[in-house]
């Protein structure tokens, strides 16, 4: 029989995300606006912003199940500070992840994807005048990125954290994941300022 340390090895390897993007300035933690549960004016933050270049490539971090597919952001639901973009909910070991902030997807629910395949291309969800320079890795274009419990099929209200129960932190799936940036992205906001 293999020794546990090998055997931990295995299993950590099979259940490792493998990052979404191929490249991305870094992963936002504490109390950086892309960071998992960041309270802004208007919500909290339900996933981890990746920031990147419209029309970045986007792969899947397990394989899975798409379970959901829908129009994640704009002015048809109520977003009019952001561009329409989509979402893409994929079931796999970890929980469901949502790949949300992308262009219309060539996928159908229903459809087995496997870890690394394309599931679709970033488009640019801020208007161009709502750059932040003054935010470490910021851009207009990300992959929004959530994680949810095994079963759930829609996704999570941004404005009231109470409705969010299925909500799971992916922070630490990326951090540990197969190439990921090795760099992490925080913000010092001395002056105390907001964002949308």
């Not at 973009?85 to 949502?98: F, K």
């Not at 419990?149 to 999570?156: D, E, L, M, N, Y």
């Not at 630490?172 to 190439?179: D, G, H, K, R």
Request: charged share 20%; aromatic share 8%; hydrophobic share 35%.
């Amino acid at each position: 029989m293999a020794d546990i340390s090998e055997i931990s090895w295995i299993l950590n390897g099979l259940v490792r995300w493998k990052f979404p993007l191929n490249e991305c300035p870094g992963i936002p933690i504490n109390h950086h606006p892309g960071a998992f549960g960041f309270h802004r004016k208007k919500n909290h933050h339900t996933g981890v912003d990746l920031y990147c270049k419209n029309d970045t490539k986007v792969h899947a971090v397990e394989d899975g199940v798409i379970v959901h597919i829908d129009q994640f952001t704009g002015a048809a639901l109520g977003h009019t500070w952001w561009n329409d973009t989509w979402g893409v909910m994929i079931e796999g070991s970890s929980g469901v992840v949502n790949y949300g902030e992308l262009n219309i997807p060539k996928k159908q629910v229903g459809e087995r994807v496997k870890r690394g395949d394309l599931i679709g291309n970033v488009k640019q969800v801020l208007f161009d005048d709502r750059l932040r320079p003054d935010i470490d890795g910021h851009s207009c274009s990300m992959l929004h990125l959530e994680l949810y419990k095994h079963g759930t099929r829609s996704f999570a209200d941004w404005h009231d954290p109470q409705k969010n129960p299925s909500l799971l932190d992916p922070t630490p799936y990326l951090m540990n994941s197969e190439n990921c940036p090795l760099r992490t992205l925080t913000w010092a906001n001395s002056e105390s300022k907001k964002v949308g």
